[in-house]
Structures are given as C-alpha cells and as structure tokens.
C-alpha cells in the first residue's frame, strides 16, 4: 500500500484544515487509518484511528471533539477534518495504514505503510 498525505498548510488559531491520505496498490477497505503528528521537538503521538470493519473512531484526548476521522471508500482515501484548530496542534501529520488490535492502535509500531508527512502550522 502506497500512501499520500496532503493537505497541511497554516492556518490561524481557531482555524481548519482538512487532511488526506490517498491509498494506491491496495483498498483501505481491510486496514485500520490511523493519523499520527509529530510536533517540533517531541516524538510521534496518535491523533485518531478509522478502524476497519466500521468499528468506532478513536482519539486522542485533546483533539475530541475538534478534529474528525473518516473515509470515502470508492476514491480510497481517509480524511482528516480539524476544526478549531490550536497552537499546539503544529505538528507534521502522517497517515498510517495497518491491522493493529485494540491495545495496539495508538502504536506507531503497530502501522505497516505509512505516507509522507505533511506539516500543519497554527499560528497569528
């Protein structure tokens, strides 16, 4: 599976952006999506999961309620919608695509493909 991320940009506090990731070579349909950022200085975190099999969605804490994971099967592609956007969510966002179980999804170990990053700036 070849995954592109796109969508970053900067946007001012309270702002959104929408980020996706495009799947070629395979189908999401069986593989969990996971969104993964890394801000400047500090290691990977999970954002959220689209888990297959319409389970559902998973998030970070400080991003419920603010930011939306989803998917459009028929163009293969999972998005990523941020709403009220903060400071703190700078980071380069990447896209993840794997089978992680429960206890495992918010592992960046637990993702088999993964896109580029794509960087995200929240800023006045």
């Known amino acids: 599976v070849q995954l592109q991320a796109s969508g970053g940009g900067l946007v001012q506090p309270g702002g959104s952006l929408r980020l996706s990731c495009a799947a070629s070579?395979?189908?999401?349909?069986?593989?969990?999506v996971g969104w993964f950022r890394q801000p400047p200085g500090k290691e990977r975190e999970f954002v959220a999961v689209?888990?297959?099999?319409?389970?559902?969605?998973f998030y970070r804490d400080s991003v419920k309620g603010r930011f939306t994971i989803s998917r459009d099967s028929p163009k293969n592609t999972v998005y990523l919608q941020m709403n009220s956007l903060k400071p703190e969510d700078t980071a380069v966002y990447y896209c993840a695509a794997g089978r992680p179980i429960t206890s495992t999804m918010r592992s960046d170990t637990a993702y088999d493909y993964w896109g580029q990053g794509t960087q995200v700036t929240v800023s006045s």
């Open positions: 070579g395979r189908t999401f349909t069986s593989y969990s």
């Open positions: 689209s888990k297959w099999g319409n389970s559902n969605p």
